[in-house]
């Protein structure tokens, strides 16, 4: 009687879950994204030149698209709940070291060094993030689901902005620029302890109703990719299958896609408040909570980004034009921000640039890890997101720098305005013209979920 009652009850472990995810990733965005809140000060205290700040804001993104292979394929052997867990504590704690540069550096030599090493070592560690989080998508989402879900994953980063960027003015203005460091980093040593109470994978969750299995199984969730069993069954990853990840045209279109996105994300992060305080005149605390807005819309955006695409298949849109239209529309509505160059009213610059990010997160939220969860072969998911988030985040360092370089040579914000938004133009092109259809990689045999889709086909809906 008490197991049929069981079988018959329904769970929502999955939505948990995914809210667990979505902390991690919003104090990830925030440890990395700090920097530039406190970035003013720290600049006038030692010293620190347009083009220095902009070595330091990409120190981050150095490391980070080095981790990256490493970190997928620390993930794909060691699993994701030790490796996430390990990480987020590593890097919680090169966040708090952060805020002990005033203490041991001796010069404006001493402090650019550390600044750097400290900004560097933390997107070292934090390479396996994204990747995780697009395993446990797999993990634990039917394929209906995982635009949703990864376009809430996708949307820590204006989260992330819209509660710590206003918190982090505050705490500069009030206390001094180490205090926003103090604060994420003990903020991520708490959420490594919700993580390593409720994660596990599906099977072995002890909150998962034999009814939420089912409907993770049978709509194509991997829910074994990260099982002891599976990760020693998997075949070694083969010359072969790097070579598809390589050169496959559909993912070289992704893989530049998420670096135009990755491209706004950073000046975003990185360059737009010290744009506010430095072009448009703003104290750090107003422009602390002017980033709100843009943060929201993009935030907005991301999470309807997700569901239109997921709405479209089940209207009966081919998966390939379901992903790709939100993120073509997106991404052009983005390249408004380029209009901020001509004018005057801070009001209208944020009006402004919260289109251009509401845009920017439809095509984030449909259009990139969405794909990458649609498309990563099974026996290398953790190593195809680390190519797709290593190629992208390329631009967490090229763009900070491009940035200062060009504010250093022409004294123009509005230069470097136009420069990130023809990124969003090249993105639409891109999937518009050249992507083709969006299918998985290196798979031969039906799988459940290629199953679930044929299910699907047979009550009206198309799938590539």
């Known amino acids: 009687m008490l197991t049929n009652q069981l079988a018959r009850k329904n769970s929502y472990v999955r939505i948990w879950i995914l809210m667990l995810i979505l902390l991690l990733s919003a104090v990830a965005y925030a440890d990395r994204s700090i920097l530039s809140m406190s970035g003013s000060a720290m600049k006038d205290e030692f010293g620190l030149s347009a083009i220095q700040l902009g070595f330091v804001l990409s120190?981050?993104?150095?490391?980070?698209?080095?981790?990256?292979?490493?970190?997928?394929?620390?993930?794909?052997?060691f699993g994701t709940k030790k490796v996430y867990g390990i990480t987020l504590g590593l890097w919680s704690l090169a966040t708090l070291a952060m805020g002990f540069i005033g203490e041991f550096?001796?010069?404006?030599?001493?402090?650019?060094?550390?600044?750097?090493?400290?900004?560097?070592?933390?997107g070292l560690i934090e390479a396996p993030s994204f990747p995780a989080n697009a395993r446990v998508t797999i993990?634990?989402?039917?394929?209906?689901?995982?635009?949703?879900?990864?376009?809430?994953?996708?949307?820590?980063?204006y989260f992330a902005v819209a509660i710590f960027s206003p918190l982090s003015g505050?705490?500069?203005?009030?206390?001094?620029?180490?205090?926003?460091?103090?604060?994420?980093?003990?903020?991520?040593?708490?959420?490594?302890?919700?993580?390593?109470?409720?994660m596990n994978e599906p099977r072995k969750h002890p909150g998962?109703?034999?009814?939420?299995l089912r409907h993770i199984v049978d709509g194509g969730g991997l829910v074994e990719i990260d099982s002891l069993q599976e990760r020693k069954a998997k075949p070694r990853v083969s010359r072969q299958l790097v070579k598809k990840l390589l050169t496959n045209r559909m993912l070289w279109c992704a893989y530049i896609g998420q670096y135009c996105v990755i491209a706004l994300s950073y000046f975003f992060i990185t360059w737009f408040p010290i744009y506010l305080v430095q072009a448009r005149g703003m104290n750090i605390l107003d422009a602390g909570f002017a980033t709100v807005a843009p943060a929201l819309f993009g935030f907005l955006g991301s999470i309807s980004g997700g569901f239109i695409s997921?709405?479209?298949?089940?209207?009966?849109?081919?998966?390939?034009?379901?992903?790709?239209?939100?993120?073509?529309?997106?991404?052009?509505?983005?390249?408004?921000?380029?209009?901020?160059?001509?004018?005057?009213?801070?009001?209208?610059?944020?009006?402004?640039?919260?289109?251009?990010?509401y845009g920017k997160g439809v095509a984030a939220g449909?259009?990139?890890?969405?794909?990458?969860?649609?498309?990563?072969?099974?026996e290398a998911v953790g190593l195809a997101g680390a190519f797709f988030n290593g190629f992208g985040n390329i631009a967490g360092f090229t763009s900070p720098i491009l940035f200062g370089v060009i504010v250093a040579l022409t004294g123009s914000y509005g230069i470097g305005l136009i420069f990130v938004g023809a990124h969003c133009v090249v993105a639409a092109l891109l999937f518009l013209f050249v992507m083709g259809p969006i299918e998985r990689v290196g798979e031969e045999q039906p799988s459940a979920e290629s199953a679930y889709q044929q299910q699907g086909n047979q009550h009206g809906i198309k799938t590539v």
């Open 59 to 77: 120190a981050f993104s150095w490391a980070y698209v080095i981790g990256q292979i490493p970190g997928g394929l620390f993930l794909d052997r």
């Open 310 to 357: 997921d709405r479209l298949i089940q209207r009966g849109w081919s998966l390939s034009w379901a992903r790709k239209t939100p993120y073509i529309v997106g991404m052009l509505m983005a390249a408004s921000l380029i209009i901020a160059t001509g004018l005057n009213s801070n009001f209208w610059i944020i009006t402004v640039l919260s289109f251009a990010f």
């Open 170 to 198: 505050w705490l500069v203005s009030r206390y001094g620029w180490e205090w926003p460091f103090f604060v994420l980093g003990a903020i991520g040593l708490i959420a490594l302890l919700f993580w390593l109470g409720y």
């Open 366 to 378: 449909a259009g990139t890890w969405a794909i990458i969860a649609d498309t990563a072969p099974k």
């Open 208 to 212: 998962v109703s034999a009814r939420e």
């Open 105 to 122: 550096a001796s010069g404006l030599s001493g402090a650019l060094m550390l600044m750097f090493g400290l900004r560097f070592a933390l």
């Open 139 to 157: 993990m634990w989402f039917p394929s209906a689901e995982r635009g949703r879900a990864s376009s809430l994953f996708s949307s820590a980063q």
